[in-house]
């Protein structure tokens, strides 16, 4: 296991033997029990076969007839934002120009103390007013005090007279706009830097407590932190992965977006990857384009990375035993990725790129052939479905910004899986909030019907998917000798769902073999999350049950 990513304590070592629910297992499809020893999977099978074991453990849980599935991996967190999401300003309930500014009020007032006010989650696609807060408003707002407000994809961010004055020169930065605009490019990544630095490193570790607990309340046992200069700190980043190695909680597997291969090495990171920027964000129009936007003549959005640079990038990881990654959305990125990646292959030889697992985070805007060429690569595609049921549809962000048609080819899951691309389901928190049966739902209910996928694909993706996209292929599933990272559910019947009926009849044939999930149709009641365990270790427990 990799320096970045160590066991979490797997605390003492008793073997415990779970009986008397679903256990959700490719091992037995109508395992009922399952033991745990020394952190691992020891046995799963049937309620009668159980009996055999209950003498010989230390602690017999009753499940009173629970679902027992493998702990969720999100393959992309910001861990750090995501606490302060849920610890302070969060605008993304917001319905309006208006509300957003009594938010500000209200937090502001409420927190006299804070050096720095810290916000995020406005989204002005939504609101009546179809703008964001202006500088001028912000300032009165908050009392001429520091406020970094950042759009819900933090891709650009509002902020107030005196942020900008603790950043000499930002007026002269790319992406700098003096009056109505929100920053963007060179200027919100110094402003972001700069309202982080200073936050207290109590704050930060407040934050990120709250993050690794709201995850382990929701089934998650593993976050993919993806930091890097222009995202977080390295102080940040190295405090997350102490805190994980010392306190129980999710496992957090770090990557460090940086073209300096030998500091991301240093930092603990699994890879220098996740949000190494090839674009921006579609909502913030700097996503890259071969065609301008629908709704902005003659953009064609930012391209930060050349396909030169793409594959001196990934030779210099590959050589050095490390995961290269890009986060790329537009076409013309996604396919400057594709042209980089090949080249290294062409460097380095197809076997040792496919080897090397590197990653794609995002990945939204697809053709056929770069389907194809992410199957050749051996490309995984770190995806977040929840993009889909927040601005997809017809009448969504995505066809504001690209047109209708453009945007009903967002996000092909379905086309992804034909074609054997590996998939790793995250949330981009504090983006959009972590949430994975939701987001599980998102793939299997996507807004395009042709892009959908079985609830199993996608449960699949948003578990083992996880583990794969790190290069393990011994976890995620709750098989013997698997790492004992499980979740208990509160939940009704188990129904096995698919995009295709005749598949769904097929799989809920007791021949098929296939295990139910819960029913995650739209408007149903999503799974309560009684226990997480990690490592064998329990790192939640719903209270009062």
């Given at each position: 296991m990799s320096e970045s990513m160590p066991p979490a304590s797997s605390g003492d070592h008793r073997t415990v033997l779970l009986r008397g629910g679903e256990v959700h297992s490719p091992a037995d499809p109508f395992a009922t029990a399952m033991v745990v020893e020394r952190g691992h999977v020891a046995w799963v099978g049937s309620e009668g076969a159980a009996d055999a074991f209950a003498s010989g453990v230390d602690e017999v849980v009753d499940l009173e007839g629970a679902l027992v599935t493998p702990a969720f991996v999100d393959a992309h967190v910001h861990t750090t934002a995501t606490g302060f999401a849920l610890t302070g300003l969060d605008l993304s309930s917001a319905a309006s120009l208006a509300e957003a500014a009594e938010l500000v009020r209200a937090h502001a007032a409420a927190r006299p103390g804070d050096r720095i006010l810290i916000g995020h989650g406005w989204d002005a696609s939504r609101w009546p007013e179809r703008r964001p807060l202006t500088r001028a408003e912000l300032d009165e707002l908050t009392g001429g005090r520091p406020l970094y407000l950042t759009r819900i994809d933090v891709h650009s961010a509002v902020v107030t007279t005196a942020l900008l004055d603790l950043v000499p020169g930002i007026r002269d930065l790319d992406g700098f706009h003096d009056g109505q605009r929100p920053l963007t490019g060179d200027a919100h990544h110094a402003v972001r830097a700069a309202a982080f630095a200073a936050v207290s490193p109590l704050q930060r570790t407040e934050a990120q407590r709250a993050a690794r607990l709201r995850a382990a309340s929701l089934g998650i046992g593993t976050l993919h932190e993806c930091g890097g200069p222009q995202i977080s700190s390295e102080d940040d980043f190295t405090g997350l992965l102490d805190l994980a190695r010392e306190e129980a909680g999710p496992r957090v597997v770090g990557y460090w977006a940086d073209l300096d291969v030998e500091r991301a090495r240093a930092l603990g990171a699994l890879g220098a990857a996740g949000d190494l920027f090839a674009d921006g964000s579609l909502g913030s129009h700097t996503a890259c384009l071969h065609e301008p936007y629908a709704d902005?003549?003659?953009?064609?959005?930012?391209?930060?990375?050349?396909?030169?640079?793409?594959?001196?990038?990934?030779?210099?990881?590959?050589?050095?035993?490390?995961?290269?990654?890009?986060?790329?959305?537009?076409?013309?990125?996604?396919t400057a990725v594709v042209e980089g990646v090949r080249a290294a292959a062409e460097k380095l030889g197809l076997a040792r790129i496919r080897a090397a697992r590197h990653r794609v985070e995002h990945v939204e805007m697809l053709t056929p052939e770069t389907i194809a060429a992410f199957a050749e690569l051996g490309l995984t595609a770190s995806v977040q479905p929840a993009f889909d049921a927040l601005w997809g549809g017809e009448e969504g962000m995505y066809a504001d910004r690209l047109g209708a048609e453009r945007a009903r080819t967002l996000n092909p899951y379905a086309a992804l899986l034909r074609a054997g691309v590996p998939l790793a389901f995250g949330s981009d928190s504090p983006v959009t909030p972590l949430d994975p049966w939701g987001t599980v739902r998102a793939a299997a209910f996507h807004r395009t019907p042709e892009h959908r996928i079985s609830a199993r694909a996608?449960?699949?993706?948003?578990?083992?998917?996880?583990?794969?996209?790190?290069?393990?292929?011994?976890?995620?599933?709750l098989v013997p000798g698997a790492p004992a990272?499980?979740?208990?559910?509160?939940?009704?019947?188990?129904?096995?769902?698919?995009?295709?009926?005749?598949?769904?009849?097929?799989?809920?044939?007791?021949?098929?073999?296939?295990?139910?999930?819960?029913?995650?149709?739209?408007?149903?009641?999503?799974?309560?999350?009684?226990?997480?365990?990690?490592?064998?270790?329990?790192?939640?427990?719903?209270?009062?049950?």
């Open positions: 902005h003549a003659g953009h064609s959005g930012s391209a930060h990375l050349d396909a030169a640079a793409i594959a001196l990038h990934v030779v210099a990881c590959t050589e050095a035993g490390l995961q290269a990654g890009f986060h790329a959305i537009g076409d013309a990125a996604v996608a449960f699949t993706a948003h578990t083992r998917g996880g583990w794969r996209a790190v290069g393990r292929d011994d976890a995620g599933t990272d499980y979740a208990v559910w509160r939940t009704e019947e188990l129904v096995v769902q698919a995009p295709d009926d005749r598949v769904a009849r097929w799989s809920t044939d007791p021949r098929s073999g296939t295990p139910g999930l819960p029913d995650l149709s739209p408007g149903v009641e999503l799974p309560v999350c009684l226990r997480t365990v990690v490592y064998g270790q329990t790192v939640f427990v719903r209270p009062n049950e």
